[in-house]
Nanobody
Framework: VQLVESGGGLVQAGASLRLSCAAS????????MGWYRQAPGKQRELVAH????????LYANSVKGRFTISRDNAKNTMYLQMNNLEPDDTAVYYC?????????WGQGTQVTVSS
């Protein structure tokens, strides 16, 4: 499985962005996918997670009500709709996929929110 993120950028506080994560390869083996982020000087943290079977979702408390994770299986693409962005959302955002015992990461996309 290979993952490629896109959609990051520089926006002002209160704006919206949609990140995309396109999967290729053995996508049939993916059990779950997620978005993580890493701000300068901080550890990588989970933002949102979605399972393949029942599409159940999980969100970090800091993004609940503002971010929405979704996936389009026909396009092998996962999305993160980010609304009402805050400066604290500034980070490199990574998508990941879990396929059995294998975890795959994308290269990351920068999101910068100015105040």
């Amino acid at each position: 499985v290979q993952l490629v993120e896109s959609g990051g950028g520089l926006v002002q506080a209160g704006a919206s962005l949609r990140l995309s994560c396109a999967a290729s390869g053995s996508t049939f083996s993916i059990d779950a996918m997620g978005w993580y982020r890493q701000a300068p000087g901080k550890q990588r943290e989970l933002v949102a997670h979605i399972t393949n079977g029942d599409s159940s979702t999980l969100y970090a408390n800091s993004v609940k009500g503002r971010f929405t994770i979704s996936r389009d299986n026909a396009k092998n693409t996962m999305y993160l709709q980010m609304n009402n962005l805050e400066p604290d959302d500034t980070a490199v955002y990574y998508c990941n996929a879990v396929a059995g015992l294998t975890v795959v990461w994308g290269q990351g996309t920068q999101v910068t929110v100015s105040s």
